[in-house]
């Protein structure tokens, strides 16, 4: 290893990552230690040294899902290897060995519906929510770039993450509706649950439980989601143009359209970034992101104009 970066915050990452109580294989958290700390070496050897285990076993069938949630973690946490962990996984994603095992890449598509694509923002009570934030923007970033790559894990695009983002981002206002009967329910439980309310217990836990959940549905928490959702536009925004057909699940929002990716649809999301810009509860960045969001998929409508 020539001149290494010695970063804290990688050791303290590796370290939690080894006496985790599920912990990752030794060669995989050294693969990723070698690859964040060395930056002379080829990305393919990385690679290489995270999958020797299986390649000295001759292991027909190897596992390498505990993969996953190690390089995601990494993409989330340090924004400034981003790059390089996409190198890792398109080498790991080209080996041979194992008759093309590493191709399929093998549970990654699970992981990140179940895992992964699964952000929540809370604006107010959590003291990592600047961290949060921007682990989310990496993640965005990151799987938009892997699908730019070509590289189809199980034979799957990653635009169905683009489109539950977008659609999460810009089509849901929760923040329109005063009254959430789930939440409702969920605090009728609380206070069936007190035998009696002693000296107003009942009614501070319940204003406590009752913020918090309407934290998560609060309109600022697009300064969360827009940055994440921008991502999709500025990698992928001339392909999400003219797609078509489904973009998965869908559910009723504030799109009134025909279901499934349309120009239309587009059209309504860019005057939604337009709606956001405008905002005044929004951060300032934000409001400019969204705003400039607006102009870029204004230019991708006037290629296909001009095309």
Known sequence: MHNPIRNPEYEAFFKAKSEHDWPPPAHMIDALRSLLTDPSLPASEAAKQATSLYIEQSDPNPDYTSLWPLLYDAVEKF??????????LVEFQRLPDHNGAFHKLNGLSEYLVEFVFDYVDHPFYDTQRDQKRQGWV?????TAKLHNTGIRPEGRGQL???SWVLRKTLEKA???????QDIEEYLEWLQDGYVEDYEGELDEEYNDKR?????EIDIRTLNGWIPGASQWIILCGKEIYGMEGSLGKEWPTKWTGREGWSKQRWAFWRERFEWASTVTALDRKTRRLAREMADEMRRIEGEDTQE
């Open 211 to 215: 913020d918090h959940f309407l934290e």
């Open 160 to 162: 169905l993450h683009a």
């Open 174 to 180: 929760p923040w329109e509706v005063f009254h959430h």
């Open 79 to 88: 924004t400034e290897q981003n790059d390089r962990l996409l190198d890792f």
């Open 138 to 142: 990496n993640i965005n970033a990151f």
